[in-house]
């Protein structure tokens, strides 16, 4: 089984090129221009100061001498670049044969060492319902985690609950003035959050109030019955809202962890840090963390000087607590770009501690909505049930427009299934820490940059395969597929396996939504220039396999995605 790869290239080139290394030699081979119908360049720039001979005629020597392999079609020169053809016939074999294995196909054969991972997401406070940023959240932590598993990792996702703090007793203290001790009578995580909006109105009126959240604050500390049976109350119906959404969303978790459980355990490694002279303690009696020249920090309070933690606490003991539960390798924590300098203090102190471990803060950047920015203390914070619900809503005039004749609930499930698939394609194809306008009339759309185009392309392949009801095969004529628009869908499906390799290393997530545009895009120009079904049955044979291949991409890069496809649109 021959892998078609940038690796495989680079262990033929490096029978003829001696004074670099196999690395060395895969890191230069390039992909080029959409233009140039190759599949693979090698530049010679950098064998000039070995060879002390200029790149053009170092290109041209290594054409000749270079001896092909069979998956290997045809080298051309051009300048200081060789550029590769690769055999189609080894591409849609792998596809066939692998189908939604093909996008780890080296991992399969070559079975590389994997790693323990733990994915934490997406730690909400349980003094509000879920915002459209969580949503963000959410598909990064699940989309990574559907990757990281497709790689062959063993995947641990986690999720915290900011279930404890000054925050969580504002909207406690709201209750307790104005809720009449009254169940939810909507959503019940919205409800909470109803009574941490009112608390904001209330403050900006009576000053007094945030002294008497403080003081809930130090009765919840203290253990106080009345509070502790509020705090339970309203922390249940705001959990029981979120997996609501959770369950919408398609999440679950190996783990839930709480604020609560973990803050006074934070406290006591602090003070043992204190003790052991890591850390130090200011005039008034407050903890905080001085840092040396080799961290390149601020100093960091832990422990106020009343005796009370700070959020930073609890981390500090769920990195111990996470590496007993799961003696993970790698520890991934998806928290917004705000958070960024809390990380940079949060791992330094681990490291000061002696828990040294390899974690990642996956930052992300903020999305607004053509309205304007979402706030979060104002009343004015977008809902994430209420974006879910107008894609959906939207999706649903969609389907109505299109299919009449389908049942009400059919239309409705479609619907469903095409509006989340619109909301998460359209948040995944960012770069993470890219802050975006999330459209949603944009997002709907059957055309374009959008999740319901590319499940319009899956549901056409689907389609023309029924049409045919021919049984795909491999044994085809591999040398009918010469038409541009065929050579250059097979090169797309080339690099799908490096994306997802690519992706697993940095995780750039977003490098899959944009690989299956251009793939979808290729895959309709294709369409619009090469008749599938035909008198010439041959050609038709081939060209059904080269579509089914296009479907098993499609399907395995919208399954990481978390996207489901439709045979029909």
């Known amino acids: 089984m021959n892998v078609i790869d940038k690796k495989s290239l680079a262990n033929v080139l490096k029978e003829y090129i001696v004074d670099l290394s196999l690395e060395e030699i895969e890191a230069l081979i390039e992909i080029p221009p959409p233009e140039l119908n190759y599949i693979y360049a090698f530049p010679c720039f950098k064998l000039s100061k070995f060879l002390k001979k200029k790149p053009n005629s170092i290109a041209q020597d290594l054409k000749d001498k270079i001896k092909l392999p069979e998956f290997i ?9 060789l550029n590769f053809n690769i055999n189609p016939k080894y591409i849609l074999q792998n596809i066939f044969e692998f189908k939604n294995d093909y996008g780890r196909i080296r991992d399969i054969l070559e079975k590389p060492k994997k790693l323990r991972i733990i994915v934490e997401y997406p730690s909400p406070n349980t003094n509000k319902p879920l915002h459209f940023g969580h949503i963000r959240n959410i598909l990064i932590g699940k989309t990574l985690s559907n990757l990281l598993e497709y790689k062959g990792n063993k995947v641990f996702q986690i999720n915290l609950y900011n279930n404890r703090g000054i925050h969580i007793c504002k909207s406690m203290l709201a209750y307790q003035k104005w809720g009449n001790n009254k ?88 003070l043992d840090g204190l003790k052991k002279g890591i850390f130090e303690r200011t005039e008034d009696g407050a903890i905080f963390a001085k840092f040396s020249d080799k961290y390149k920090l601020p100093d960091k309070f832990l422990i106020r000087s009343d005796g009370t933690s700070i959020y930073i606490t609890q981390d500090i003991y769920l990195a111990y607590k ?16 705000p958070q960024i300098q809390h990380f940079k203090w949060l791992f330094a102190i681990l490291d000061m501690l002696g828990l040294r471990e390899d974690n990642f803060h996956l930052a992300y950047g903020m ?25 959906e809503n939207l999706a649903l005039i969609e389907v109505k427009k299109r299919y009449p004749d389908l049942t009400d609930n059919e239309q409705i499930t479609r619907a469903e299934t095409i509006g989340l698939a619109a909301m998460k394609f359209y948040i995944l194809k960012y770069n993470p820490m890219k802050g975006f306008i999330f459209n949603p009339n944009e997002s709907i759309s059957f055309e374009g940059e959008t999740g319901p185009y590319i ?34 869908l097979i090169k797309q499906l080339v690099y799908f396996p490096e994306i997802t390799d690519s992706s697993e290393k940095t995780y750039n997530i977003h490098l899959i939504p944009q690989y299956l545009l251009s793939l979808c895009q290729a895959f309709n120009s294709f369409y619009t220039s090469c008749q599938v079904i035909s008198e010439n049955k041959e050609l038709e044979k081939a060209r059904l396999l080269l579509i089914y291949c296009v479907q098993i991409v499609i399907k395995t890069g919208l399954n990481i995605l978390g996207i489901e496809t439709l045979d029909k649109m």
């Open 73 to 81: 079609n045809n080298i051309d020169v051009a300048g200081p670049y």
């Open 183 to 270: 169940e939810p009578n909507k959503k019940s995580d919205h409800y909470v959050g109803d009574f941490y909006v009112k608390y904001s109105d209330m403050a900006k009126k009576d000053e007094d109030l945030e002294q008497e959240a403080y003081n809930l604050l130090k009765l919840w500390e203290m253990g106080d019955e009345e509070t502790l049976k509020l705090w339970n109350k309203m922390n249940n119906w705001a959990i029981e809202g979120f997996n609501i959404t959770f369950k919408k969303m398609g999440i679950s978790f190996d783990k839930v962890y709480f604020e609560s459980d973990l803050y006074l355990k934070g406290k006591k490694i602090i």
């Open 322 to 337: 996470k590496k007993e539960d799961f003696n993970h390798d790698k520890s991934i924590f998806i928290v917004g770009a």
């Open 367 to 391: 999305i607004d909505l053509p309205s304007g920015k979402m706030k979060s203390r104002e009343g004015t914070v977008v809902d994430g049930d209420d974006v879910i619900e107008e894609v």
């Open 455 to 488: 499940q319009y392309c899956y549901a056409r392949i689907a389609s023309i395969m029924s049409k045919s009801k021919k049984e795909i095969s491999k044994d085809i004529n591999w040398d009918i597929l010469i038409h541009e628009k065929e050579r250059f």
